[in-house]
Protein backbone atom coordinates (compact mmCIF):
# COMPACT_ATOMS: atom_id res chain seq x y z
CA UNK A 1 0.00 0.00 0.00
CA UNK A 2 1.10 3.86 -0.51
CA UNK A 3 2.46 5.75 2.41
CA UNK A 4 1.66 8.79 0.50
CA UNK A 5 -0.15 9.50 -2.20
CA UNK A 6 -1.13 12.42 -4.50
CA UNK A 7 -4.76 11.88 -6.86
CA UNK A 8 -5.68 15.05 -9.36
CA UNK A 9 -3.44 17.60 -7.26
CA UNK A 10 -4.28 20.76 -9.02
CA UNK A 11 -2.33 24.25 -8.35
CA UNK A 12 -3.57 27.42 -10.10
CA UNK A 13 -1.62 30.72 -10.16
CA UNK A 14 -2.95 33.09 -12.12
CA UNK A 15 -4.08 31.57 -14.20
CA UNK A 16 -0.98 29.31 -14.77
CA UNK A 17 -1.89 25.91 -14.02
CA UNK A 18 1.74 25.16 -11.85
CA UNK A 19 0.71 21.68 -11.58
CA UNK A 20 -2.46 20.01 -13.42
CA UNK A 21 -3.89 16.68 -12.53
CA UNK A 22 -0.83 15.71 -11.23
CA UNK A 23 -1.24 11.99 -9.47
CA UNK A 24 2.03 10.41 -7.16
CA UNK A 25 1.79 7.71 -5.11
CA UNK A 26 4.97 6.69 -3.08
CA UNK A 27 5.73 3.36 -1.37
CA UNK A 28 6.81 2.36 2.20
CA UNK A 29 10.56 2.64 2.43
CA UNK A 30 10.77 3.74 -1.83
CA UNK A 31 13.82 6.18 -2.28
CA UNK A 32 12.08 8.70 -5.34
CA UNK A 33 13.46 11.12 -7.57
CA UNK A 34 11.33 13.80 -8.79
CA UNK A 35 13.22 15.53 -11.93
CA UNK A 36 11.75 17.78 -14.63
CA UNK A 37 13.31 20.77 -16.53
CA UNK A 38 12.30 24.47 -14.47
CA UNK A 39 8.88 25.18 -14.09
CA UNK A 40 8.14 21.45 -14.52
CA UNK A 41 6.00 21.73 -10.88
CA UNK A 42 8.18 20.28 -8.38
CA UNK A 43 8.52 22.49 -5.90
CA UNK A 44 4.54 23.27 -6.26
CA UNK A 45 4.38 19.63 -6.03
CA UNK A 46 6.12 19.82 -2.79
CA UNK A 47 4.04 22.40 -1.45
CA UNK A 48 0.84 20.98 -2.29
CA UNK A 49 1.94 17.86 -0.03
CA UNK A 50 3.49 19.26 2.43
CA UNK A 51 1.27 22.02 3.36
CA UNK A 52 2.55 24.69 2.87
CA UNK A 53 0.06 25.53 0.20
CA UNK A 54 -3.39 24.21 -0.09
CA UNK A 55 -3.94 22.29 -3.76
CA UNK A 56 -6.83 23.38 -5.56
CA UNK A 57 -8.38 20.63 -6.58
CA UNK A 58 -7.01 16.78 -5.98
CA UNK A 59 -6.38 14.96 -2.60
CA UNK A 60 -3.57 14.03 -0.98
CA UNK A 61 -3.29 10.72 1.51
CA UNK A 62 -0.62 9.80 4.01
CA UNK A 63 -0.69 6.46 5.63
CA UNK A 64 -4.11 6.19 4.46
CA UNK A 65 -5.30 9.62 6.01
CA UNK A 66 -6.59 12.49 4.22
CA UNK A 67 -4.17 15.00 4.91
CA UNK A 68 -4.95 17.49 1.32
CA UNK A 69 -4.85 21.10 2.81
CA UNK A 70 -3.69 20.52 6.31
CA UNK A 71 -1.03 22.48 7.84
CA UNK A 72 2.95 21.69 7.80
CA UNK A 73 2.73 21.57 11.74
CA UNK A 74 0.29 19.00 11.61
CA UNK A 75 1.75 17.24 8.47
CA UNK A 76 4.96 17.27 10.78
CA UNK A 77 3.22 16.00 13.82
CA UNK A 78 2.30 12.86 11.34
CA UNK A 79 5.73 11.96 10.16
CA UNK A 80 6.09 14.26 6.56
CA UNK A 81 8.93 16.55 7.39
CA UNK A 82 10.29 18.57 4.10
CA UNK A 83 13.35 20.74 3.35
CA UNK A 84 13.21 24.00 1.43
CA UNK A 85 14.83 24.78 -2.03
CA UNK A 86 16.71 27.75 -0.78
CA UNK A 87 17.62 26.70 2.41
CA UNK A 88 16.08 28.18 5.39
CA UNK A 89 18.03 28.61 8.52
CA UNK A 90 17.09 29.97 11.27
CA UNK A 91 20.10 32.00 11.37
CA UNK A 92 19.37 34.36 14.12
CA UNK A 93 19.62 30.87 16.36
CA UNK A 94 22.78 28.74 17.03
CA UNK A 95 23.49 25.50 15.26
CA UNK A 96 22.31 23.70 18.53
CA UNK A 97 18.99 25.55 18.60
CA UNK A 98 18.16 25.13 15.33
CA UNK A 99 18.47 21.12 15.90
CA UNK A 100 16.80 21.25 19.14
CA UNK A 101 13.72 23.21 18.12
CA UNK A 102 12.49 20.75 16.13
CA UNK A 103 12.48 18.08 19.01
CA UNK A 104 8.65 16.90 19.16
CA UNK A 105 7.01 16.29 22.58
CA UNK A 106 8.61 19.06 24.54
CA UNK A 107 6.83 19.99 27.60
CA UNK A 108 8.86 23.14 28.09
CA UNK A 109 7.25 24.32 24.98
CA UNK A 110 3.86 25.00 26.78
CA UNK A 111 3.71 28.17 29.26
CA UNK A 112 3.28 26.67 33.04
CA UNK A 113 5.87 23.59 32.14
CA UNK A 114 8.02 25.91 31.25
CA UNK A 115 7.18 28.89 33.94
CA UNK A 116 7.77 26.10 36.42
CA UNK A 117 10.47 24.40 35.80
CA UNK A 118 8.78 21.20 35.32
CA UNK A 119 10.92 18.16 35.49
CA UNK A 120 9.39 16.79 32.85
CA UNK A 121 11.01 19.31 30.82
CA UNK A 122 14.09 19.44 32.06
CA UNK A 123 13.77 15.55 32.03
CA UNK A 124 12.58 15.56 27.99
CA UNK A 125 15.52 18.71 27.46
CA UNK A 126 18.27 16.63 28.23
CA UNK A 127 16.95 13.74 26.53
CA UNK A 128 16.53 16.28 23.45
CA UNK A 129 20.17 18.07 23.56
CA UNK A 130 21.54 14.56 23.72
CA UNK A 131 19.83 13.45 20.40
CA UNK A 132 20.20 16.89 19.20
CA UNK A 133 24.13 16.59 19.76
CA UNK A 134 24.55 12.47 18.01
CA UNK A 135 22.92 14.39 15.03
CA UNK A 136 25.33 17.98 14.82
CA UNK A 137 28.01 15.43 15.35
CA UNK A 138 26.42 12.72 12.51
CA UNK A 139 26.94 15.46 10.24
CA UNK A 140 30.22 16.74 11.25
CA UNK A 141 28.88 19.97 12.07
CA UNK A 142 29.99 19.61 15.89
CA UNK A 143 32.43 22.28 15.48
CA UNK A 144 29.95 24.69 14.74
CA UNK A 145 27.43 23.75 16.77
CA UNK A 146 27.36 27.04 18.79
CA UNK A 147 27.94 29.33 15.55
CA UNK A 148 24.75 31.59 14.63
CA UNK A 149 23.85 29.37 11.53
CA UNK A 150 23.68 32.48 9.43
CA UNK A 151 27.96 32.00 9.46
CA UNK A 152 27.54 28.65 7.68
CA UNK A 153 28.11 27.97 4.30
CA UNK A 154 25.94 26.55 1.91
CA UNK A 155 26.64 23.14 2.01
CA UNK A 156 26.61 23.44 5.87
CA UNK A 157 23.17 24.51 5.92
CA UNK A 158 22.10 21.95 3.59
CA UNK A 159 23.57 19.42 6.59
CA UNK A 160 22.00 21.50 9.35
CA UNK A 161 18.48 21.55 7.76
CA UNK A 162 18.90 17.81 7.36
CA UNK A 163 20.01 17.10 10.87
CA UNK A 164 17.05 19.38 11.95
CA UNK A 165 14.55 17.11 10.36
CA UNK A 166 16.08 14.36 11.25
CA UNK A 167 15.15 15.93 14.63
CA UNK A 168 11.52 14.68 14.18
CA UNK A 169 12.08 10.78 13.26
CA UNK A 170 10.05 11.74 10.26
CA UNK A 171 8.34 8.75 8.44
CA UNK A 172 8.50 10.52 5.25
CA UNK A 173 11.59 12.95 4.17
CA UNK A 174 10.57 15.60 1.13
CA UNK A 175 14.09 17.20 0.67
CA UNK A 176 13.76 20.19 -2.34
CA UNK A 177 17.31 20.06 -3.98
CA UNK A 178 19.89 18.97 -1.68
CA UNK A 179 22.73 18.75 -3.88
CA UNK A 180 21.96 22.25 -5.08
CA UNK A 181 25.26 24.46 -4.83
CA UNK A 182 26.94 21.84 -2.85
CA UNK A 183 30.75 20.60 -3.81
CA UNK A 184 31.21 17.48 -4.77
CA UNK A 185 32.25 16.11 -1.54
CA UNK A 186 29.34 17.09 0.40
CA UNK A 187 27.30 16.45 -2.32
CA UNK A 188 28.97 12.13 -1.99
CA UNK A 189 27.85 12.95 2.23
CA UNK A 190 24.15 13.71 1.63
CA UNK A 191 24.17 11.18 -1.03
CA UNK A 192 25.81 8.83 1.57
CA UNK A 193 23.31 10.01 4.85
CA UNK A 194 20.45 9.57 2.63
CA UNK A 195 20.90 6.08 1.49
CA UNK A 196 21.72 5.18 5.05
CA UNK A 197 18.24 6.78 6.19
CA UNK A 198 16.40 5.10 3.64
CA UNK A 199 18.07 1.76 4.08
CA UNK A 200 17.06 1.95 7.99
CA UNK A 201 13.63 2.57 6.56
CA UNK A 202 12.61 5.98 5.92
CA UNK A 203 10.97 7.26 2.57
CA UNK A 204 12.48 9.58 0.93
CA UNK A 205 11.22 11.97 -1.69
CA UNK A 206 13.93 14.30 -3.35
CA UNK A 207 14.00 16.95 -6.08
CA UNK A 208 17.21 17.56 -7.85
CA UNK A 209 18.78 18.56 -10.77
CA UNK A 210 21.79 16.95 -10.28
CA UNK A 211 21.18 13.94 -12.46
CA UNK A 212 24.08 11.87 -11.73
CA UNK A 213 24.00 11.81 -8.33
CA UNK A 214 19.96 11.47 -7.74
CA UNK A 215 20.02 8.37 -10.45
CA UNK A 216 22.49 7.08 -9.16
CA UNK A 217 20.55 7.56 -5.48
CA UNK A 218 17.04 6.38 -6.44
CA UNK A 219 14.90 3.30 -6.87
CA UNK A 220 12.69 5.40 -8.76
CA UNK A 221 12.34 8.32 -10.91
CA UNK A 222 9.36 10.58 -11.95
CA UNK A 223 9.57 13.04 -14.12
CA UNK A 224 7.25 16.03 -14.83
CA UNK A 225 6.67 18.56 -16.78
CA UNK A 226 4.19 21.83 -16.95
CA UNK A 227 2.60 20.30 -13.99
CA UNK A 228 1.87 16.91 -15.69
CA UNK A 229 3.46 13.50 -14.89
CA UNK A 230 6.05 12.89 -17.97
CA UNK A 231 7.19 9.37 -17.43
CA UNK A 232 7.87 7.79 -14.41
CA UNK A 233 10.05 4.34 -13.40
CA UNK A 234 13.62 2.62 -13.06
CA UNK A 235 16.14 5.44 -13.61
CA UNK A 236 18.26 4.02 -16.35
CA UNK A 237 15.25 3.80 -18.16
CA UNK A 238 14.04 7.02 -17.37
CA UNK A 239 16.75 8.69 -18.46
CA UNK A 240 16.71 6.72 -21.85
CA UNK A 241 13.24 7.65 -22.91
CA UNK A 242 12.79 9.67 -25.74
CA UNK A 243 10.39 12.01 -24.14
CA UNK A 244 12.71 13.01 -20.89
CA UNK A 245 15.54 13.54 -24.15
CA UNK A 246 13.11 15.86 -25.43
CA UNK A 247 11.82 17.75 -22.47
CA UNK A 248 15.75 18.40 -21.00
CA UNK A 249 17.64 19.18 -24.22
CA UNK A 250 14.72 19.33 -27.43
CA UNK A 251 12.46 21.66 -25.63
CA UNK A 252 13.38 25.06 -24.59
CA UNK A 253 14.90 26.00 -20.97
CA UNK A 254 11.52 26.85 -19.46
CA UNK B 1 29.34 31.05 23.18
CA UNK B 2 25.69 31.01 22.55
CA UNK B 3 23.55 32.86 24.34
CA UNK B 4 20.62 30.16 23.94
CA UNK B 5 22.58 27.75 25.75
CA UNK B 6 20.71 28.55 28.71
CA UNK B 7 18.70 25.89 29.95
CA UNK B 8 18.13 24.14 32.92
CA UNK B 9 19.38 27.46 34.56
CA UNK B 10 19.20 29.31 37.76
CA UNK B 11 19.25 32.39 35.71
CA UNK B 12 15.90 34.55 37.01
CA UNK B 13 15.87 33.05 40.46
CA UNK B 14 17.57 35.74 41.57
CA UNK B 15 15.42 38.13 40.50
CA UNK B 16 12.84 35.83 42.20
CA UNK B 17 14.36 36.42 45.21
CA UNK B 18 15.00 39.86 44.96
CA UNK B 19 11.18 40.49 44.26
CA UNK B 20 10.40 38.63 47.05
CA UNK B 21 12.62 40.55 49.66
CA UNK B 22 11.13 43.96 47.91
CA UNK B 23 7.61 42.69 48.78
CA UNK B 24 8.29 41.63 52.12
CA UNK B 25 10.61 45.00 52.67
CA UNK B 26 7.87 46.67 51.14
CA UNK B 27 5.75 44.83 53.29
CA UNK B 28 7.37 45.91 56.30
CA UNK B 29 7.06 49.72 55.89
CA UNK B 30 3.55 49.50 54.96
CA UNK B 31 2.64 47.04 58.19
CA UNK B 32 4.81 48.48 60.87
CA UNK B 33 5.39 51.65 62.57
CA UNK B 34 8.71 51.30 60.52
CA UNK B 35 9.54 54.89 59.14
CA UNK B 36 11.86 56.20 56.63
CA UNK B 37 12.61 59.72 56.16
CA UNK B 38 13.79 60.70 52.70
CA UNK B 39 15.98 63.91 51.91
CA UNK B 40 14.41 66.19 49.92
CA UNK B 41 16.76 65.73 46.83
CA UNK B 42 15.54 61.81 46.39
CA UNK B 43 12.50 62.80 46.50
CA UNK B 44 12.22 62.83 42.48
CA UNK B 45 14.36 59.71 42.15
CA UNK B 46 11.58 57.90 44.07
CA UNK B 47 8.97 59.04 41.99
CA UNK B 48 10.41 58.77 38.76
CA UNK B 49 11.89 55.12 39.72
CA UNK B 50 8.22 54.49 40.48
CA UNK B 51 7.02 55.38 37.25
CA UNK B 52 10.49 53.00 35.72
CA UNK B 53 9.05 50.20 37.56
CA UNK B 54 5.57 50.21 36.42
CA UNK B 55 7.11 51.13 32.76
CA UNK B 56 9.56 48.41 33.50
CA UNK B 57 6.76 45.51 33.42
CA UNK B 58 5.48 47.30 29.69
CA UNK B 59 8.91 46.91 28.46
CA UNK B 60 9.59 43.12 29.53
CA UNK B 61 5.59 42.39 27.75
CA UNK B 62 6.34 44.18 24.71
CA UNK B 63 10.15 42.98 24.34
CA UNK B 64 8.57 39.56 24.78
CA UNK B 65 6.02 39.94 21.61
CA UNK B 66 8.95 42.15 19.30
CA UNK B 67 11.91 41.39 20.86
CA UNK B 68 11.45 37.44 21.26
CA UNK B 69 8.39 36.15 18.80
CA UNK B 70 9.00 39.03 16.67
CA UNK B 71 5.13 41.06 16.73
CA UNK B 72 5.13 44.61 15.80
CA UNK B 73 3.17 46.20 18.13
CA UNK B 74 2.76 50.23 17.85
CA UNK B 75 -0.22 50.51 20.47
CA UNK B 76 1.13 48.88 23.93
CA UNK B 77 0.19 52.08 25.54
CA UNK B 78 -4.12 50.88 25.13
CA UNK B 79 -3.16 47.45 26.76
CA UNK B 80 -1.70 49.66 29.61
CA UNK B 81 -4.97 52.23 29.41
CA UNK B 82 -7.56 49.17 29.44
CA UNK B 83 -5.98 47.85 32.91
CA UNK B 84 -5.83 51.02 34.33
CA UNK B 85 -8.95 52.22 33.24
CA UNK B 86 -10.82 48.70 34.14
CA UNK B 87 -9.04 48.98 37.38
CA UNK B 88 -9.91 52.33 38.01
CA UNK B 89 -13.72 51.91 37.24
CA UNK B 90 -14.51 48.64 38.91
CA UNK B 91 -12.67 49.79 42.40
CA UNK B 92 -13.26 53.43 42.14
CA UNK B 93 -14.99 54.72 45.24
CA UNK B 94 -17.19 58.27 44.45
CA UNK B 95 -15.45 59.31 41.05
CA UNK B 96 -16.54 62.79 39.65
CA UNK B 97 -16.99 61.47 36.74
CA UNK B 98 -17.51 58.39 34.54
CA UNK B 99 -18.48 55.00 36.04
CA UNK B 100 -16.82 53.98 39.98
CA UNK B 101 -18.41 50.81 41.04
CA UNK B 102 -16.56 50.48 44.36
CA UNK B 103 -15.51 46.76 44.62
CA UNK B 104 -12.41 45.87 46.13
CA UNK B 105 -9.13 46.68 44.61
CA UNK B 106 -7.95 43.36 44.43
CA UNK B 107 -10.80 42.45 42.14
CA UNK B 108 -10.46 45.38 40.11
CA UNK B 109 -6.67 44.82 39.34
CA UNK B 110 -7.40 41.25 38.06
CA UNK B 111 -10.28 42.95 35.98
CA UNK B 112 -7.56 44.66 34.34
CA UNK B 113 -5.29 42.21 34.20
CA UNK B 114 -7.82 40.05 32.19
CA UNK B 115 -9.06 43.15 30.63
CA UNK B 116 -6.23 43.80 28.98
CA UNK B 117 -5.51 40.13 27.86
CA UNK B 118 -8.81 39.41 25.80
CA UNK B 119 -8.03 42.93 24.05
CA UNK B 120 -4.70 41.38 22.95
CA UNK B 121 -6.77 38.41 21.96
CA UNK B 122 -9.10 40.02 20.26
CA UNK B 123 -6.21 41.97 18.42
CA UNK B 124 -4.57 38.74 17.48
CA UNK B 125 -7.72 37.07 16.73
CA UNK B 126 -7.65 39.67 13.87
CA UNK B 127 -4.55 40.13 12.90
CA UNK B 128 -1.90 37.89 13.94
CA UNK B 129 -2.13 35.13 11.03
CA UNK B 130 -1.20 38.32 8.44
CA UNK B 131 1.78 39.53 7.69
CA UNK B 132 4.01 41.44 10.48
CA UNK B 133 3.24 44.99 9.12
CA UNK B 134 -0.82 44.69 9.57
CA UNK B 135 -0.25 43.63 13.38
CA UNK B 136 1.87 47.26 13.71
CA UNK B 137 -0.70 49.38 11.79
CA UNK B 138 -4.13 47.66 13.70
CA UNK B 139 -2.01 48.17 16.97
CA UNK B 140 -1.75 51.65 16.66
CA UNK B 141 -4.73 52.12 15.44
CA UNK B 142 -6.33 50.16 18.06
CA UNK B 143 -4.59 52.47 20.51
CA UNK B 144 -6.02 55.31 19.05
CA UNK B 145 -9.45 54.41 19.03
CA UNK B 146 -9.42 53.40 22.56
CA UNK B 147 -8.05 56.94 23.69
CA UNK B 148 -10.98 58.99 22.02
CA UNK B 149 -13.20 56.47 23.48
CA UNK B 150 -11.61 57.26 26.70
CA UNK B 151 -11.80 61.29 26.21
CA UNK B 152 -15.45 61.08 24.57
CA UNK B 153 -17.27 58.80 26.34
CA UNK B 154 -17.40 60.83 29.49
CA UNK B 155 -20.29 59.35 31.02
CA UNK B 156 -18.64 56.09 31.14
CA UNK B 157 -14.80 56.83 31.06
CA UNK B 158 -14.73 60.23 32.68
CA UNK B 159 -13.47 62.23 29.51
CA UNK B 160 -10.63 64.82 29.66
CA UNK B 161 -11.20 63.99 33.71
CA UNK B 162 -10.91 60.49 33.59
CA UNK B 163 -11.87 58.63 36.77
CA UNK B 164 -10.65 60.09 40.32
CA UNK B 165 -11.04 58.33 44.06
CA UNK B 166 -9.20 55.01 43.04
CA UNK B 167 -8.48 53.44 46.14
CA UNK B 168 -4.55 53.70 46.96
CA UNK B 169 -3.82 50.43 49.05
CA UNK B 170 -0.41 51.45 50.13
CA UNK B 171 -1.62 55.47 51.09
CA UNK B 172 -4.18 53.81 52.85
CA UNK B 173 -1.89 52.17 55.22
CA UNK B 174 0.75 54.84 55.50
CA UNK B 175 0.27 58.07 56.73
CA UNK B 176 3.56 59.66 55.81
CA UNK B 177 4.69 60.47 52.40
CA UNK B 178 8.22 59.62 52.74
CA UNK B 179 7.73 56.43 53.80
CA UNK B 180 4.70 55.72 51.88
CA UNK B 181 6.97 56.59 48.51
CA UNK B 182 9.82 54.10 49.28
CA UNK B 183 6.86 51.11 50.32
CA UNK B 184 5.13 51.95 47.23
CA UNK B 185 8.58 51.61 45.01
CA UNK B 186 9.47 48.92 46.72
CA UNK B 187 5.96 46.65 46.12
CA UNK B 188 6.03 47.67 42.56
CA UNK B 189 9.87 47.31 42.11
CA UNK B 190 9.01 43.58 43.62
CA UNK B 191 6.08 43.11 41.54
CA UNK B 192 8.48 44.76 38.51
CA UNK B 193 11.07 41.45 39.76
CA UNK B 194 8.84 38.96 39.90
CA UNK B 195 7.82 39.79 36.19
CA UNK B 196 11.06 39.04 35.32
CA UNK B 197 11.54 36.14 36.49
CA UNK B 198 8.45 35.32 34.94
CA UNK B 199 9.27 36.42 31.31
CA UNK B 200 13.14 35.02 32.15
CA UNK B 201 11.29 31.49 32.69
CA UNK B 202 9.18 31.30 29.74
CA UNK B 203 11.91 32.32 27.11
CA UNK B 204 14.73 30.42 28.93
CA UNK B 205 13.28 27.33 28.25
CA UNK B 206 11.82 25.45 25.02
CA UNK B 207 8.96 27.66 24.97
CA UNK B 208 11.58 30.68 24.35
CA UNK B 209 13.01 28.61 22.01
CA UNK B 210 9.85 28.39 19.99
CA UNK B 211 9.24 32.14 19.77
CA UNK B 212 12.82 32.98 18.65
CA UNK B 213 12.09 30.57 16.07
CA UNK B 214 9.24 32.02 15.18
CA UNK B 215 11.47 35.57 14.72
CA UNK B 216 14.00 33.90 12.48
CA UNK B 217 11.47 32.54 9.89
CA UNK B 218 7.94 31.22 10.78
CA UNK B 219 7.52 28.82 7.64
CA UNK B 220 10.37 26.56 9.37
CA UNK B 221 9.07 26.92 12.64
CA UNK B 222 5.80 25.55 11.28
CA UNK B 223 7.20 22.42 9.05
CA UNK B 224 9.25 21.25 12.22
CA UNK B 225 5.66 20.77 13.72
CA UNK B 226 5.05 24.08 15.84
CA UNK B 227 1.63 25.63 15.51
CA UNK B 228 3.16 29.29 15.31
CA UNK B 229 -0.40 31.04 15.30
CA UNK B 230 -0.54 29.35 18.98
CA UNK B 231 2.73 30.87 19.88
CA UNK B 232 2.45 34.32 18.77
CA UNK B 233 -1.34 34.97 19.85
CA UNK B 234 -0.21 33.35 23.28
CA UNK B 235 3.16 35.83 23.42
CA UNK B 236 0.75 38.84 22.68
CA UNK B 237 -1.79 38.05 24.96
CA UNK B 238 0.99 38.01 27.51
CA UNK B 239 2.76 40.68 26.90
CA UNK B 240 -1.21 42.71 26.60
CA UNK B 241 -1.83 41.00 30.43
CA UNK B 242 1.29 42.52 31.55
CA UNK B 243 0.55 45.90 30.26
CA UNK B 244 -2.73 45.57 31.68
CA UNK B 245 -1.02 44.44 34.98
CA UNK B 246 1.20 47.89 34.99
CA UNK B 247 -1.80 49.64 34.04
CA UNK B 248 -3.71 48.83 37.03
CA UNK B 249 -0.86 48.85 39.49
CA UNK B 250 -0.12 52.74 38.03
CA UNK B 251 -4.23 53.10 38.73
CA UNK B 252 -3.72 51.99 42.63
CA UNK B 253 -0.78 54.13 42.57
CA UNK B 254 -2.30 57.37 41.40
CA UNK B 255 -5.37 57.05 42.65
CA UNK B 256 -7.16 58.60 39.19
CA UNK B 257 -6.39 57.75 35.90
CA UNK B 258 -6.88 59.83 32.80
CA UNK B 259 -6.32 59.60 29.50
CA UNK B 260 -3.46 62.19 29.26
CA UNK B 261 -1.33 59.47 30.93
CA UNK B 262 -2.03 57.14 28.42
CA UNK B 263 -0.63 58.97 25.14
CA UNK B 264 1.19 57.38 22.27
CA UNK B 265 4.38 58.94 24.14
CA UNK B 266 4.27 56.21 26.53
CA UNK B 267 4.67 53.97 23.68
CA UNK B 268 7.40 55.77 21.69
CA UNK B 269 9.22 55.67 25.53
CA UNK B 270 9.07 51.96 25.95
CA UNK B 271 10.10 51.64 22.30
CA UNK B 272 13.38 53.63 22.52
CA UNK B 273 13.94 52.17 25.69
CA UNK B 274 14.11 48.27 24.24
CA UNK B 275 16.11 49.62 21.04
CA UNK B 276 18.17 51.66 22.92
CA UNK B 277 18.87 48.61 25.15
CA UNK B 278 18.41 45.59 22.93
CA UNK B 279 15.89 44.08 22.20
CA UNK B 280 15.65 39.72 23.05
CA UNK B 281 17.43 40.52 26.11
CA UNK B 282 15.29 41.67 28.98
CA UNK B 283 17.68 43.18 31.61
CA UNK B 284 18.96 45.01 28.37
CA UNK B 285 15.63 46.65 27.60
CA UNK B 286 15.54 47.39 31.75
CA UNK B 287 18.68 49.33 31.22
CA UNK B 288 17.42 50.79 28.02
CA UNK B 289 14.38 52.47 29.70
CA UNK B 290 16.30 53.33 32.78
CA UNK B 291 18.66 55.62 30.42
CA UNK B 292 15.75 57.26 28.61
CA UNK B 293 13.80 58.13 31.89
CA UNK B 294 17.13 58.78 33.77
CA UNK B 295 17.45 61.27 30.97
CA UNK B 296 14.23 62.80 31.66
CA UNK B 297 15.42 63.12 35.10
CA UNK B 298 18.92 64.32 34.51
CA UNK B 299 16.65 67.11 32.48
CA UNK B 300 14.80 67.87 35.46
CA UNK B 301 17.82 69.07 37.14
CA UNK B 302 19.54 70.65 34.28
CA UNK B 303 16.36 72.67 33.89
CA UNK B 304 17.38 74.87 37.19
CA UNK B 305 20.55 76.08 35.68
CA UNK B 306 19.77 76.18 32.24
CA UNK B 307 19.36 80.39 30.90
CA UNK B 308 16.41 78.84 28.91
CA UNK B 309 12.79 78.67 29.24
CA UNK B 310 11.13 75.12 30.02
CA UNK B 311 9.67 75.09 26.03
CA UNK B 312 13.03 75.28 24.78
CA UNK B 313 14.51 73.11 27.06
CA UNK B 314 11.77 70.63 26.37
CA UNK B 315 12.55 70.47 22.70
CA UNK B 316 16.00 70.04 23.61
CA UNK B 317 15.84 67.08 25.55
CA UNK B 318 13.56 65.61 22.56
CA UNK B 319 16.73 66.03 20.01
CA UNK B 320 18.94 65.25 22.58
CA UNK B 321 17.14 61.87 22.86
CA UNK B 322 16.31 61.65 18.80
CA UNK B 323 20.45 62.09 18.43
CA UNK B 324 20.96 58.83 20.79
CA UNK B 325 18.77 56.78 19.20
CA UNK B 326 20.45 58.11 16.11
CA UNK B 327 23.75 57.18 17.11
CA UNK B 328 22.80 53.99 18.77
CA UNK B 329 21.10 52.65 15.33
CA UNK B 330 23.83 53.83 13.39
CA UNK B 331 26.94 51.85 15.56
CA UNK B 332 24.96 49.30 17.91
CA UNK B 333 21.74 48.76 15.40
CA UNK B 334 21.15 46.05 17.88
CA UNK B 335 20.96 47.92 20.74
CA UNK B 336 23.62 48.56 23.56
CA UNK B 337 23.23 45.40 25.01
CA UNK B 338 21.64 43.97 21.99
CA UNK B 339 23.37 40.69 20.32
CA UNK B 340 23.40 41.48 16.10
CA UNK B 341 23.95 38.32 15.36
CA UNK B 342 20.64 37.03 17.43
CA UNK B 343 18.71 40.17 16.08
CA UNK B 344 19.98 39.60 12.65
CA UNK B 345 21.26 43.10 11.91
CA UNK B 346 25.10 42.71 11.53
CA UNK B 347 25.86 43.96 8.62
Not at chain 1, 49 to 72: A, E, H
Not at chain 2, 38 to 60: D, Q
Not at chain 2, 322 to 332: D, H, K, S, T, W
Amino acid sequence: MSLLSAEGLVKEFGGLRAIDELSVSIDDGELVGVMGPNGAGKSTFFNCVSGVIPPDDGTVTLKGTDVTGDSPESLAHRGLVRTFQNTRELETMTVRDNVRLAAPDQPGERTLPALLRSGSMTEREAAVRERADELIEMFELDHLADEYSSNLSGGQRKLLELARTLMLDPDVLMLDEPFAGVNPTLTREIADHVRDLNADGMTVVIIEHELETLTELVDRLVVLQQGRLLVEGDPEVVLEDERVIEAYLGGDAE
Amino acid sequence: MSVLDRLPSGHGDRALIAGVVCLLVGALFALTPLRVQLPSAFYVFVEVGILFVIYGILVLGLDLQYGHTGLVNFGHVVFFAVGAYATAMLSAQDTFAGIGLGYPWPLGLAVGVIAAAILGAAVSLTSIRLRGDFLAIVTLATAEIFHSVFVNFEDIFGGNVGILGVPRPIAALVADGDTRLVATLLVLGGITLLTFTVVTRLTHAPYGRVLRAIRADELVTRSVGKSTITYKTQAFVYGAALAGLAGGLFALYNGAVAPGFFTIQVTVTIWIGMLLGGAANHRAVLAGLAIIMGLRLVSRFALDVTPVSSDVFASARLIVVGLILVAVIRYRPAGIWGDAQELGVDQ
